[in-house]
């Protein structure tokens, strides 16, 4: 899963390829959103981990992995 992450205030977005399904991205935000000073946490791919504190997300968006063309045309 490629998901994008909006932080309040931060002009570039964030990407990260995950394992997780999007189900399971969904509730990390739902349940990091409904605590009190929550944390966003979200483990990639390549193991990097990254840390947002909830109450600064803008958005989140889950999508699948995109697969990149090489070359020039479009098929």
Known sequence: MQI????QS???????ETS???DEVERA????VAEEDGV???RGRDGARLVVPAAKLAYVE????EQ????????
């Open 4 to 7: 994008r992450i909006g932080v």
């Open 10 to 16: 931060v002009p570039k977005e964030l990407v990260v």
């Open 20 to 22: 997780l399904s999007a």
């Open 29 to 32: 935000v739902q349940d990091a």
């Open 40 to 42: 966003f946490t979200l």
């Open 62 to 65: 889950i999508a699948e992995s």
């Open 68 to 75: 990149r063309s090489v070359g020039f045309g479009s098929y």
